[in-house]
């Protein structure tokens, strides 16, 4: 018996932005003379997405002398992780934060091809060799969150004919030229795709306009999709019951 194809590229801009430090010597206090500093309220720690779609970053790490955030992904497993860091500023009380911009996590778009070659030269055939896999498109699927749903919708339109389902919940939307050229026909795509459904969250500042902005040039052009918006914001909260119903709308067929 075959089995459909679930491809699920999952990625978090976020997640590749690591806070690292260095840690100072923990210096020896005596009990009688606590340190009379006033602690940061719960919410002064949290990262924080900002309306205008930046990204503060925060880590409460009063006895580090060196903190950084850490930008970028592996291309091999050998790689070290990220290839761009910005210095954090500490306050009084060792919170340290740095606001960052979209322009700052660039490297998707540059790493889209290398995606794609991952994604065919190795997972495909892996999942093949190991698995009954129908290499019917209609029973295929690929499905990201954020940065995945970019690379799911960037690989299912650029590579018409090998996915009839394509599921993106929260995408980003920097996609390359070559995407923005298949974009130009929209009959052969609304020919190869059975489903083209984008999810995203009503309080998503992170990529919310932009996905919005996006399905309207969807509507434009005639691509025939699916475009749900759900009460939440850029997390699991919107992405688990978005994956939940793809799927279900998947094995309905």
Do not use: C
């Amino acid at each position: 018996m075959k089995i459909r194809l679930l491809l699920a590229l999952v990625g978090l801009a976020i997640s590749f932005a690591l806070p690292t430090f260095a840690q100072q010597k923990e210096t020896t206090r005596s009990e009688s003379t606590p340190e009379a500093t006033p602690t940061p309220t719960l919410g002064d720690r949290f990262t924080q997405v900002l309306p205008d779609r930046r990204v503060t970053f925060r880590l409460l790490a009063p006895k580090a002398n060196d903190v950084k955030v850490l930008i970028g992904v592996k291309s091999g497993t050998y790689e070290s992780q990220g290839t761009t860091t910005t210095e954090m500023t500490r306050d009084a009380n060792g919170l340290w934060t740095v606001t960052l911009g979209l322009d700052d996590f660039h490297f998707w778009v540059k790493n889209q091809a290398m995606a794609d070659e991952d994604l065919f030269h190795d997972i495909i055939p892996f999942i093949e060799t190991h698995y009954n896999i129908s290499d019917e498109p209609r029973e295929r699927a690929i499905a990201g969150l954020s940065m995945g749903g970019l690379q799911s919708i960037e690989t299912g339109i650029v590579h018409l004919g090998y996915f009839g389902w394509i599921g993106a919940f929260s995408p980003a939307t920097s996609f390359s030229d070559e995407f923005k050229n298949a974009l130009k026909d929209p009959n052969k795509i609304n020919e190869n795709l059975r489903l083209f459904e984008i999810v995203t969250g009503d309080n998503d500042l992170m990529t919310g306009p932009a996905t919005t902005g996006f399905e309207d040039q969807l509507r434009a052009l005639n691509i025939q999709h699916v475009y749900t918006v759900m009460p939440g914001t850029h997390s699991m909260f919107v992405w688990r019951p978005a994956l939940a119903n793809f799927l279900q709308e998947i094995f309905k067929h």
